[in-house]
C-alpha cells in the first residue's frame, strides 16, 4: 500500500499532536502544509519523524495540488472558507480523495451543512474527527461488556466529562469566533462519547435517536473580578462585555428505534477545572454491570519538590493543559493515543485508502453540531426541548445561541 500523502491546514497545538499520532500509524506521511505560525517547526518535526518533507505552502490549493487528503485543524471561525477552497481546487484539478476536520464541524447548523454540501459537490470523502470515539478506553471497555450487554441489556446511562483550566489561544475564548464557550469547544465531545457508550453493538454511530435535551450554561470563574482582568492582559478578550460560558451541563434522552427504550447521556463540561491538568471521565452503567474512565489517573506519577521545581518549567510536556510543575504530577506516556488521536488518523488513512468515508463521516460531525445548540437553545429557554418537534426543529436548523452572537452577557451575568 503506498502511503496516504496528508496535507495539514493548520499547525498549532491540535496539528502538532496528531503529527504524535501520525507516527504511530503506517502507509501516511505529511506532504503539504499550510504556511502560517508554527509550520516550519511541524515540518521540522515531520523530517526528524520519519513522516516525510512536507512542502510549505502559500495557498490552500498548493496543499490541495500537493495532497491525496487534507485535514482542517485551523479555528473554528476560518472553516467554511477553507472548505469553499478545497471545494474550488477540486474543480480546478486537485486529486483529493478526502477532507478531514476538526471538530466541531460548524459553528452553527448552517455552517456545519454548509460543510455537508460543499464536501458532496466536490465528490470528496470524510472524516470527522472525534478523537474521544476512537479511545482504546472507551472501546476496549465496551467490548469487554458486550456479553454481559446481550444477556442484560444495554446501557441505560452515560455520563462524559471534560474539564480543563481553559484553553491555550485567544481565539478560543472570543465567542463569536468560536461559536460559543466550553459547550461548543468541548460539549461536543462529551455528548458524542455519551452517544458512543449507549449505542448497541454493530449499530451505527447515528443509530439511537435524540428525542430530548436539556442543558445549562454558566460563568462560575472566568466572570468573577480578577479572572476577567486575567483574560484582557492574556488574550484580549473582554468576559464584562462579551463572555462565554466556562461551565455547562445537560442531559440528552437517547429513544433505541427498534425497541423504543428510552436511554439517557449527561454530559458536563468545564474550562474551570483546576486540577492537574486535562481530565476526561466517563461512566457507563447498565442493569448489572458498569464501566468507568478518569484519564488523570496514570500508572506513572512523578514528584517535584519546592527545591527542585525550577527544573521543570514546561510542564505541558507531561499532560495536556498542565497546570502545575510542581507536587505530585500525573504523567502519561502516550497521550496521542490515550485521547483517541492514533485511533482516528488509522481509521481515516485506512478509509481514504479504500475510498470510503471514515467511520464518522461529515453528516455524523452535522448531527452533532445540531445536538450542541440544541443543548444551547435549550439553556436559553430553560425547558426540556422536544426533539421529536417539527417546529423545534425548524427552529434549529437556523438557529444561532446569544453567546455566540457576542450577548452572553445578558444570561450569563443574570
Ligand atoms: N480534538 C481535540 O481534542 C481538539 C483539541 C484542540 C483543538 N481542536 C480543534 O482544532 C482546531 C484548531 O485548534 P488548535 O488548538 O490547534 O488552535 P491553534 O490556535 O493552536 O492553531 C490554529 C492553527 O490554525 C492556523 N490558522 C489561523 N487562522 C487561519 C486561517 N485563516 N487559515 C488557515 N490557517 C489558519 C494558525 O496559524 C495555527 O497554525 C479547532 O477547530 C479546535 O476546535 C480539537
Known sequence: MKNLKIGFIGSGFIAQFLAKAMIQVRNCEISAIYKRSHAPKLAEYARQNGLGDPFLCDSVKEVCNLSDAVMILSPNFTRVEIMEKIADSVQEGAELTGVACEKPLGRTVVEAKRMVELSVKAGLKTAYFENQLHMNLINNALEQLRPQQSAMGQFFLARSTEEHAGPHSSWFWDPVRQGGGVLSDMGCHSIAACRHILTPEGKDPGFLQPVAVQADTGLLKWGQPQYREQLKKKFGVDYAKTPAEDFSTGIIS????????????????????????????????????????????????????????????????ALEKSTATRGLLAVHPNEADLYGYTGEILDMVNAFANNKHAMLDFQYGLEITRLVQAAYMAAEKGTVLDLTDKNIQNELENYQSLISLGKGADILYK
Not at 437517547?254 to 481530565?279: A, C, H
Request: charged share 25%.
Open 254 to 317: 437517547f429513544k433505541n428505534p427498534e425497541t423504543g427504550q428510552i436511554v439517557k447521556g449527561q454530559f458536563t463540561d468545564s474550562w474551570m477545572y483546576d486540577k492537574q491538568g486535562l481530565r476526561v471521565a466517563m461512566d457507563g452503567l447498565g442493569p448489572g454491570y458498569a464501566m468507568e474512565i478518569n484519564t488523570l489517573i496514570s500508572p506513572l506519577e512523578i514528584f517535584i519538590g519546592d527545591e527542585a521545581a525550577e527544573g521543570a518549567a514546561d510542564a505541558e510536556t
